[in-house]
Each structure stands twice: as structure tokens, then as C-alpha cells.
């Protein structure tokens, strides 16, 4: 079964840190370029980053550029997002998504609180 | 940075009826766009890839087209099911920009 799931998610001071991890099952991961898309509570979807199958090449939108950083690991096919100096906007629900025809696996989502 | 931009933001229809959803982006993207259904609390579910071209499992009464900077999704004969906010989404392999989505409700 195609599966991602999602972990990390959780309630962080702002200005501090968080890493969320997707594995992946189901199929073969190091094929496929893969993303992360979050959801605020009651807006839209916004795409974060991408990277590459092979994990070489990584694009970010400008609002988390210099503060998250995409990251994979093929032999433990897994994806990660490390994020540092949140804030009160970065609170969302955090998706991972695979590239194939367009984003069509995605995880169930982990909710990330940044609350003083 | 590409921009997209959907409309309507809402759409109220009824059960049988045929909708189109509009997305414009704001520089050609040929056709890398996709077609998303959400329902509260769920995960995004792709229905529609390279402007055209129907994901597998989804019922045929969905359908995309356009090409450059002008997309359309059409849902011919609504089901109950569908009643859910659907987004449009240009990729690119560089960014993955999302329109702000359109609610579907029932009229």
C-alpha cells in the first residue's frame, strides 16, 4: 500500500525549533522528487519546498527561506523538514506529498502549534 | 514567483447540476497544473494532472483543460460526494504554487 505518514508535529514556543519526518512505504522512494505543503486552521493550501529524488537540488518559498530546510534520507526512505525560528504564522497542519502525476500521494498531515 | 489566483472563491450549486472552477496563472506554465479536492480534515486528493489528464480512480465527471495562463475544472452532474473545496496548483519542479481554493456548497 502507497503510504506517507507524517511525525514531529507538536506545540513550540516561537522562535524555536521543530523537525517532522514523512516515511514513506509502498513504493520506491528514491524515484521520486517530494514536498511539503502546510495548511494554516481554516486557509488554503501553501506550498514550503521540494526536493529532488536524489536529494541534490531543493527549492523553498520566499515565507520559510533561511528558516526550514528539506531533507531526505533514500536508505531510510524517509523526508524531513527541519524548522528553526518559528513563529505564530507558522502554525499549520504539515503535509509531505509525492511528485508522480503532480502531488498525488500525500500524507494524513501533523499539526504544528507555535503558542507562547 | 508565479502566482495563482481561482475563482470563485464559493460556488453554491445543487446535486445534477455542472460547475466550472477558473484558475489563471500569472505567467504561462504550459500545462503543469493540477486539480485538488479537500474535504474538512483530510488530506488534498489529486484529481486532475497536466491540465487534462484524469487521475486514476477518479469518476470521468470531472474534466480539466486550458493551457498557458487560462485552466478550467468542469464537474458535470454533482454528486453529493462532491460538495468539498477543490485548488488549483501550477508545479513546475521548482515551486508548487496553490490558488486560494473554491468552496463548493450546496445551494
Known amino acids: 500500500q502507497v503510504q506517507l505518514v507524517e511525525s514531529g508535529g507538536g506545540l513550540v514556543k516561537p522562535g524555536g525549533s521543530l523537525r517532522l519526518s514523512c516515511a514513506a512505504s509502498g513504493f520506491i522512494f528514491k524515484d521520486y522528487y517530494m514536498s511539503w505543503v502546510r495548511q494554516a486552521p481554516g486557509k488554503g493550501l501553501v506550498w514550503l519546498s521540494y526536493?529532488?529524488?536524489?536529494?541534490?537540488?531543493?527549492h523553498y518559498a520566499d515565507s520559510v527561506k533561511g528558516r526550514f530546510t528539506i531533507s531526505r534520507d533514500n536508505a531510510k526512505n524517509s523526508l524531513y523538514l527541519q524548522m528553526n525560528s518559528l513563529r505564530d504564522e507558522d502554525t499549520a497542519v504539515y503535509y509531505c506529498?509525492?511528485?508522480?502525476?503532480?502531488?498525488?500521494?500525500w500524507g494524513q498531515g501533523t499539526m504544528v502549534t507555535v503558542s507562547s | 514567483d508565479i502566482q495563482m489566483t481561482q475563482s470563485p472563491s464559493t460556488l453554491s450549486a445543487s446535486v445534477g447540476d455542472r460547475v466550472t472552477i477558473t484558475c489563471r496563472a500569472s505567467?504561462?506554465?504550459?500545462?503543469?497544473l493540477a486539480w485538488y479536492q479537500q474535504k474538512p480534515g483530510k488530506a488534498p486528493k489529486l484529481l486532475i494532472y497536466?491540465?487534462?489528464s484524469l487521475e486514476s480512480g477518479v469518476p470521468s465527471r470531472f474534466s480539466g483543460s486550458g493551457s498557458g495562463t487560462e485552466f478550467t475544472l468542469t464537474i458535470s452532474g454533482l454528486q453529493p460526494d462532491d460538495f468539498a473545496t477543490y485548488y488549483c496548483?501550477?508545479?513546475?519542479?521548482?515551486?508548487?504554487?496553490f490558488g486560494q481554493g473554491t468552496k463548493l456548497e450546496i445551494k
Open positions: 505567467q504561462s506554465i504550459d500545462n503543469w
Open positions: 497536466k491540465a487534462s
Open positions: 506529498a509525492r511528485e508522480g502525476h503532480a502531488f498525488d500521494i
Open positions: 496548483q501550477q508545479y513546475n519542479g521548482y515551486s508548487g504554487t
Open positions: 526536493i529532488s529524488s536524489s536529494g541534490s537540488t531543493f
